[in-house]
């Protein structure tokens, strides 16, 4: 009886199409080779190569490195992932030395490093992406801090604000995206590589070594958990998610604003384009795409989340769905923050329109109110006061001067407001009020600041793997 000689990780199955991830894995190229070039730097100071063998190696990765870079490289659709492809050309390049390079190593755990080092640098591409969007809605704030407009609630108008009170609305909210982004590349900074296939190894390995060289805070704590945590990609698939029901919001605003009705913006040609069919119509298409992108990361949040559910420990094969959804994801935001970014800074908002709507008197039926209140009316009794003498002028407030007829007890402090000048007495911290606007921006320049040096920060850490991949010149 002959032992059946074991199948290299290369062998065609019958179902090779349906194992095959290189269409999705061959994104993780330059930091599987990375990956590989600590790991070997690591397997020569503990004795397992030599310095002749990790010199080879590393000159093997880095050529690799170059050819991918240039285009040349030749990727074999026959092997089934991209491991698998960077370690036959590996091996074609450098000769059998380079079967050594998978000593101590497992994909398992080569791929969830890959995955960190991924996600590491598109983390930083698309907060980057946030990050001028927030300032650019925030240059755009600069200049509207004196322009009214009606604020709503349940779409409906409710109170004055400004324009730019209204616009750094949404920038703290892209400030936040930018500091969660943030948030998921430290805490998942840690190296997986040493976890093996699920439980170490044997041979002297030292994982701390590798995350040193990088870049990573530490390496992992648990073989087992280190192959099958994929709660990094998680957090990114949900921050991604969560961006881009934000930047929904910002696109529905927009077809709002755009519309005959509301009249706040005027069709400009970066908006959108004409009908097919009818010749008066321009479409604020752009800013709808953005609304129904975020249907598309949201599922893509969903599919990883239900692929990850219920899996036992430690790898199993399912993760290789892992990538499709973040990729997906990654991209489609990052299209819809490129397309956001080439729009606000040409927004032309009506703003005469806008004053119009913010000095109807409707919107200053709560500050009549609040005048009652600071002549010692209880807040309730100074509501139903106003409310029934809206109810008594035809469900309109449009007479508010001389007390607003707001007697008894009132005629000695009669209430006038200023209809041109909507804000006056609106100055509450954290308010729409120019005053409270401008202390606003200086807080926003302030956070962008701390959000600029975090992300050159995570700029370096995503250089330290180009320099990983340069030559060294002959
Ligand atoms: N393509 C695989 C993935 O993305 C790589 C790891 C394969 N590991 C294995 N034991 N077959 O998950």
């Known amino acids: 009886m002959t032992t059946p000689t074991p199948a290299p990780v290369y062998v065609r199955t019958p179902a090779h199409g349906f194992l095959n991830s290189l269409s999705v894995d061959r994104v993780l190229a330059r930091y599987d080779l990375a990956g590989s070039i600590a790991h070997a730097e690591m397997l020569g100071h503990v004795g397992i190569l030599s310095a002749s063998e990790v010199e080879t190696l590393r000159g093997g990765l880095r050529r690799i490195a170059r050819e991918l870079a240039q285009g040349s490289f030749d990727w074999r659709e026959d092997l089934e992932d991209v491991h698998t492809n960077m370690e036959v050309r590996l091996t074609e390049l450098v000769g059998s030395v380079g079967g050594k390079i998978h000593s101590a190593r497992s994909r398992n755990d080569q791929v969830a490093l890959d995955e960190r080092l991924f996600l590491r640098a598109a983390i930083h591409s698309v ?18 801090i004196e322009t009214p407009m009606a604020g709503y609630t349940h779409l409906q108008r409710a109170q004055p604000v400004t324009l730019a009170h209204h616009l750094l609305a949404h920038f703290w909210r892209l400030q936040r995206d930018v500091d969660r982004l943030l948030a998921t590349a430290a805490r998942s900074n840690v190296s997986p590589l040493g976890a093996g296939a699920l439980a170490g190894s044997t041979l002297p390995i030292e994982p701390d070594r590798v995350a040193r060289r990088l870049g990573f805070d530490h390496p992992f704590e648990n073989s087992l958990d280190a192959v099958s945590d994929r709660d990094a990609f998680v957090e990114l698939a949900f921050d991604l998610a969560l961006l881009s029901v934000h930047l929904s919001s910002m696109g529905e605003e927009l077809v709002l604003w755009a519309s005959t009705e509301f009249g706040y913006l005027r069709a400009s040609p970066g908006l959108g384009s004409g009908s097919s069919l009818m010749p008066q119509k321009r479409n604020p298409d752009v800013a709808e795409l953005v609304r129904g992108k975020a249907g598309r990361t949201i599922g893509d949040l969903l599919a990883l989340l239900v692929t990850l559910k219920g899996l036992p420990l430690a790898y199993n094969r399912d993760l290789q769905e892992d990538k499709a959804p973040v990729l997906d994801a990654l991209s489609t935001t990052e299209a819809t923050l490129a397309a956001l970014n080439s729009i606000v800074p040409d927004l032309q908002f009506e703003r005469e329109r806008m004053r119009e709507t913010a000095t109807d008197p409707a919107l200053r039926a709560t500050d009549a109110a609040e005048h009652l209140v600071r002549h010692g009316v209880p807040f309730r009794e100074a509501h139903d006061r106003v409310a029934a003498h809206i109810a008594a002028h035809g469900g309109r407030f449009d007479r508010p001067e001389g007390g607003a ?26 308010g ?35 320099e990983l991949l340069q030559e060294e010149p002959k």
């Open 127 to 144: 907060a980057q992406r946030t990050h001028e969007l927030a300032s650019k809605l925030l240059e755009r704030a600069r200049q509207e």
């Open 405 to 430: 007829g707001l007697e008894p007890g009132l005629s000695a402090a009669a209430w006038t407001f200023d209809p041109s000048d909507p804000l006056a007495d609106r100055l509450s911290p954290g």
């Open 432 to 466: 729409p009020a120019p005053v409270a606007v401008r202390r606003q921006i200086e807080l926003a320049d302030a956070r962008m600041r701390i959000a600029q040096s975090s992300l050159s920060s995570l700029g370096r850490l995503t250089g330290l793997i180009e």
